[in-house]
């Protein structure tokens, strides 16, 4: 178990990360054309919209429910059946993924006015009529990439855990060379960004049909009632708010940010952007896997390895979570000016942006935490535990925004989103405790604590030896990219040798 677990899950989290440095090439190339201004801060909230509901038909409710039932499906019936119950949510998502698409595209005005009241109640209507503009071009993404998703989720069943968490790259691609070559040829050069992707969600779901093929899985239309239907409503509607919790919670950031002053959307996005390469790495490749293994464990009545497959996930979350979440702190500066800090993109956007990282930053064990925890109950095919996390996360982090944001603008926003995750990922622990599922055992507080020892001395290096800020600001990206390459390689240096002096063997993993 332990083998394949960490073989699959080092697969996802390959090209995860492939996926993740093209997807910091194209945000330093939306950054140097475009910058950050009420021009990018349309384009982001056009992309937003589908992406938050992507998270809920796509990589989110959608597929945390849709998973298990095809596992135990497989592991139960014929495969006459699996392909009966993929036709049949497949034809189901496509007919209630085609209305909203359409709805959307006719009433892009109201729906931006909905996530993005700010723009319209501003004196120029040029950021409000260009993201409605753009809107119409990039929520047909949602349909695509939702269809993506339910692709990567049969493939993942049967073991292919490649080949999905590839796919994202080709949206990356298709930004970049939008921004580049395109956005020359179009009269408003940033809705060059809301073409790529379109092109880039038409990309990405064409490269996964030849391998549905391969393994004779490629879904068919085929209308009328399956059981699986039912059993995927079930657990898919409380679903869509509790495993959601985190984006709705962006979108809420989003919302108010737009009342703020031009550029606090994009300052947003860009440290919440440097926040998701380690969560993409660890949390979400973790969680992919353990879903897939975690249902088919529990399908087979497998109690041992459940327990292990979780064991696991946590041991690596831990390990590579923490100097994760202190050099997204102690770095920030340092990664948002080398990142990012060129052409329009200027010196105070780059400082704005990584004080709202400091803040995410601080939240991302918290974040990953949920991203392992969430997976257990839907493995289970519980979705109303989540929720009822979800509901005191996503309650106390509006409150809480509606508070700091008077404060300390939109870092209140990232503070608040944090603190919130932390709530969610301690609710469902207690109820993991509370349902006899699983507990952290004594090896695992040793290794947390050896791992919190090994983080301090990383610390301390970066604060007393490696925190002067002043070479980055006129130097050229080769040499901040040596400085920066410099202090996150000492570091994890010293970070891993504290650990091997405290006796983790990383091989034995």
């Known amino acids: 178990m332990s083998k394949s677990f960490i073989r699959s899950s080092s697969i996802v989290s390959a090209m995860t990360f492939i996926s993740r440095i093209l997807g910091l090439i194209r945000d330093f190339v939306i950054a140097r054309l475009f910058g950050a201004n009420e021009l990018t801060d349309a384009f982001l909230v056009a992309f937003r919209i589908p992406n938050f509901f992507r998270r809920l038909f796509a990589e989110g409710a959608f597929s945390q429910a849709f998973l298990p039932i095809l596992a135990e499906t497989k592991a139960n019936e014929s495969d006459k059946e699996v392909q009966l119950v993929i036709n049949h949510i497949t034809t189901k998502l496509l007919s209630i993924l085609m209305i909203i698409t359409l709805i959307a595209v006719v009433i892009a005005p109201l729906v931006i006015f909905l996530f993005a009241w700010g723009f319209y109640f501003k004196s120029d209507t040029t950021q409000f009529n260009l993201a409605s503009d753009m809107l119409r071009i990039t929520f047909p993404y949602l349909l695509l990439i939702s269809l993506t998703a339910l692709s990567g989720s049969i493939l993942n069943t049967y073991d292919n855990f490649t080949i999905p968490a590839f796919t994202p790259v080709l949206l990356n691609i298709s930004l970049i060379l939008c921004a580049i070559f395109l956005s020359k040829h179009v009269s408003t050069p940033i809705m060059a960004l809301a073409w790529g992707v379109l092109i880039g969600g038409i990309s990405q779901l064409a490269f996964q049909i030849p391998f549905l093929r391969k393994i004779k899985k490629l879904p068919k239309l085929q209308f009328g009632h399956h059981k699986a239907l039912t059993t995927l409503k079930k657990r898919m509607l409380p679903a869509l708010f509790g495993v959601s919790v985190s984006q709705i919670n962006l979108l809420v950031d989003t919302m108010i940010a737009s009342t703020l002053i031009s550029g606090s959307v994009s300052w947003l996005y860009y440290s919440d952007r440097l926040l998701e390469l380690p969560l993409a790495l660890i949390g979400i490749a973790l969680a992919t896997v353990a879903l897939a293994k975690l249902s088919n464990y529990h399908a087979l009545k497998d109690t041992e390895n459940f327990v292990k497959t979780i064991n696991k996930a946590l041991v690596i979350a831990i390990i590579f979570g923490f100097p994760a979440c202190l050099g997204l702190t102690l770095l920030s500066k340092e990664l948002i000016i080398t990142l990012f800090q060129y052409g329009e993109f200027e010196?105070?956007?780059?400082?704005?942006?990584?004080?709202?990282?400091?803040?995410?930053?601080?939240?991302?064990?918290?974040?990953?935490?949920?991203?392992?925890?969430?997976?257990?109950?839907?493995?289970?095919?519980?979705?109303?535990?989540?929720?009822?996390?979800?509901?005191?996360?996503?309650?106390?982090?509006?409150?809480?925004?509606?508070?700091l944001v008077q404060y300390f603008?939109?870092?209140?926003?990232?503070?608040?989103?944090?603190?919130?995750?932390?709530?969610?990922?301690?609710?469902?622990?207690?109820?993991?405790?509370?349902?006899?599922?699983?507990?952290?055992?004594?090896?695992?507080?040793?290794?947390?604590?050896?791992?919190?020892?090994?983080?301090?001395?990383?610390?301390?290096?970066?604060?007393?030896?490696?925190?002067?800020?002043?070479?980055?600001?006129?130097?050229?990206?080769?040499?901040?990219?040596?400085?920066?390459?410099?202090?996150?390689?000492?570091?994890?240096?010293?970070?891993?040798?504290?650990?091997?002096?405290?006796?983790?063997?990383?091989?034995?993993?």
């Not at 980055?472 to 996150?488: A, G, Q, T």
């Open 409 to 509: 603008g939109h870092i209140g926003l990232a503070v608040a989103t944090s603190i919130s995750a932390l709530l969610n990922a301690s609710i469902l622990y207690y109820y993991l405790i509370k349902q006899s599922i699983f507990k952290f055992d004594t090896a695992l507080y040793k290794m947390l604590f050896k791992v919190i020892f090994a983080v301090i001395i990383m610390s301390v290096y970066i604060l007393f030896f490696d925190s002067n800020i002043d070479p980055y600001y006129d130097s050229s990206i080769l040499e901040r990219s040596r400085f920066l390459v410099k202090s996150i390689v000492i570091s994890g240096f010293i970070y891993f040798l504290s650990l091997y002096l405290f006796g983790v063997r990383l091989k034995q993993l």
């Open 347 to 403: 010196i105070n956007s780059a400082i704005k942006t990584s004080y709202s990282l400091q803040a995410y930053g601080s939240g991302l064990m918290a974040f990953i935490a949920i991203k392992i925890f969430a997976p257990i109950f839907l493995s289970r095919g519980d979705t109303k535990t989540p929720v009822k996390a979800g509901v005191a996360a996503m309650v106390s982090n509006i409150v809480l925004n509606l508070i």
